[in-house]
T-cell receptor, first 113, second 112 residues
Framework: KAGVTQTPRYLIKTRGQQVTLSCSPI?????VSWYQQTPGQGLQFLFE???????NKGNFPGRFSGRQFSNSRSEMNVSTLELGDSALYLC????????????FGPGTRLTVL | AQSVTQLGSHVSVSEGALVLLRCNYS??????LFWYVQYPNQGLQLLLK??????LVKGINGFEAEFKKSETSFHLTKPSAHMSDAAEYFC??????????FGAGTRLTVKP
């Protein structure tokens, strides 16, 4: 069974631009969560989607948004990029939201210049 | 809402020594508890999890953790550290509203 895949793996953008990251969950998993990981802040929860509905959202500004498609694939978008958005963005999928093991992708490393 | 506190952002042990990584949680409902490990430039992978039943949980790579309700703790241990254990470790809790929350992580260094 294929694992969680994230594309692209690496991305370099400049301030003010926007970016879209993609996540394909494990087949059969309908829950997808997104996290931002930085050396200073650790692992911060962004949002979780289940069956195309946003189930939960972390404490991030509205520049961060996401969506989930009918095939459970998910995208997250960051608009008007800031230097502080440089981070590793991790996607995780699970069978059951919240109460089940999450399977993580390798992440997308975003660098904002 | 539930939360997780990992005591010690960095832990250093000698090879062959006991590994102890501390995790305390809060939850208003019986929690599910998890430990994940992250190796450099990789995503997180599950080490072990507690849902219900036996409070001592054994995981991969010789790690185990004990759920202590009275102490609201779920500390991770390994009797003898190996160089390959060097990584970042995350404790997570799922409780209120089935929301998963991660701790800040503990970076484990293993000295030869």
């Amino acid at each position: 069974k294929a694992g969680v895949t994230q594309t692209p793996r690496y991305l370099i953008k400049t301030r003010g631009q926007q970016v879209t990251l993609s996540c394909s969950p494990i087949s059969g998993h309908r829950s997808v969560s997104w996290y931002q990981q930085t050396p200073g802040q650790g692992l911060q929860f962004l949002f979780e989607y289940f069956s195309e509905t946003q189930r939960n959202k972390g404490n991030f500004p509205g520049r961060f948004s996401g969506r989930q498609f009918s095939n459970s694939r998910s995208e997250m978008n960051v608009s008007t990029l800031e230097l502080g958005d440089s981070a590793l963005y991790l996607c995780a999928s699970s069978l059951i939201p919240g109460r089940d093991e999450q399977f993580f992708g390798p992440g997308t490393r975003l660098t904002v210049l | 809402a539930q939360s997780v506190t990992q005591l010690g952002s960095h832990v250093s042990v000698s090879e062959g020594a006991l590994v102890l990584l501390r995790c305390n949680y809060s939850s208003s409902v019986p929690p599910y508890l998890f430990w994940y490990v992250q190796y450099p430039n990789q995503g997180l992978q599950l080490l072990l999890k507690y849902t219900t039943g036996a409070t001592l949980v054994k995981g991969i790579n010789g790690f185990e953790a004990e759920f202590k309700k009275s102490e609201t703790s779920f500390h991770l241990t390994k009797p003898s550290a190996h160089m390959s254990d060097a990584a970042e470790y995350f404790c997570a809790v799922s409780g209120d509203n089935n929301d998963m929350r991660f701790g800040a992580g503990t970076r484990l260094t293993v000295k030869p």
